[in-house]
């Protein structure tokens, strides 16, 4: 299978607890972003990578939240000290970022329950 | 800042019946997305539109696009049941409406 993969799928902690997210794009893809959906909801935006640059933070990221993407591959999202507003599932998106096109294949998503 | 409307937010259909989904957008974008989501699924890219009067067709589903009036249309023809899901919007690179949940009904 050549998709985006997401691991975990499910993740449950703890208040206060720091989890982590990994995501790996399709081979070719430079681009890479991040989405927080809850139920009823679109996908908001988080951030945005073109290769191992993070180009574009949304503002309403908080500094719990961190992104990487070393080598320009794979990527993870970090959230510290975890609160039940956390809860929410987790959408990685890539695209070849082809001029004016930037078609997005997304994830299977993990789901971050925080008790 | 962009933001993305659509309407309406619930959808319930008759099967063999036509309907259109509506994305108003704020400000002036050059792409227009179309997705569907299963429940518990992820999202399916279905149309990618970049210029006004773009119009694309897949099935019984046709989208279009007026960057004049900010607007896209998604319209169901003739509806089945497996057209059942809730399909997204977004416009620019990034931004997504709440979604229209539709529901097609025997």
């Known amino acids: 299978d050549t998709g985006v993969s997401q691991d975990p799928r499910h993740k449950i902690t703890k208040r206060g607890q720091n989890v982590t997210f990994r995501c790996d794009p399709i081979?070719?893809?430079?681009?890479l972003y991040w989405y927080r959906q809850t139920l009823g909801q679109g996908p908001e935006f988080l951030t945005y990578?073109?290769?191992?640059?993070?180009?574009?933070k949304s503002r309403l990221l908080s500094d719990r939240f961190s992104a990487e993407r070393p080598k320009g591959s794979f990527s993870t999202l970090e959230i510290q000290r975890t609160e039940q507003g956390d809860s929410a599932m987790y959408l990685c998106a890539s695209s070849a970022g082809h001029r004016g096109v930037d078609e997005q294949f997304f994830g299977p998503g993990t789901r971050l329950t925080v008790l | 800042e962009l933001k993305v409307e659509q309407n309406p937010l619930f959808l319930s259909m008759q099967e063999g019946k036509n309907y259109t989904i509506y994305c108003n957008y704020s400000t002036t974008s050059d792409r227009l997305y179309w997705y569907r989501q299963d429940p518990g699924k992820s999202l399916e890219s279905l149309f990618v539109l970049l210029s006004n009067g773009a119009v694309k067709q897949e099935g019984r589903l046709m989208a279009s696009l007026d960057t004049k009036a900010r607007l896209s249309t998604l319209h169901i023809t003739a509806a089945v049941h497996d057209l059942s899901a809730t399909y997204f919007c977004?416009?620019?690179?990034?931004?997504f409406g709440d979604g229209t949940t539709l529901t097609v009904k025997p």
């Open positions: 977004s416009a620019g690179k990034s931004t």
């Open positions: 990578f073109q290769n191992e640059a993070q180009l574009e």
């Open positions: 081979s070719e893809h430079n681009r």
